[in-house]
């Protein structure tokens, strides 16, 4: 006999698609971890202060913009990728790509510059 008061986990929310492999969520979760990894290389930057001096700080800022604008962008991004599903008609999102692999490549070079040169 169910008591009257017990409660009930609430149902888990419903998916906007109805994609198996859960395609967008992994998709947000790799972007997730990127953006964890600019935070790690921004926490880096910020060791080098002391030796290396405040252009350090630029690196920084780059790293936290970075991290940022993909914080920013996750819930817009999971939505389209979950109406490209349901409509079975999704596109890459090339943008995004290319502006994170940008941002890795003017960070990696400024961050040997700093090693080599701002000793």
Known sequence: MPRPHSRRP????ERPH???GLQPERTT???GRTLMSFVVVSAVFLRWLPQHGPFVLVLFGLAVLTAGSIYLTQRPRYA???RGIAREESAPE???VLATALAVLVLGALGVWVVLVLV
């Open 10 to 13: 609430a149902p888990p929310p």
């Open 18 to 20: 109805e994609d198996e």
């Open 29 to 31: 979760m790799a972007w």
């Open 80 to 82: 389209r990728s979950a």
């Open 94 to 96: 090339a943008g995004a």
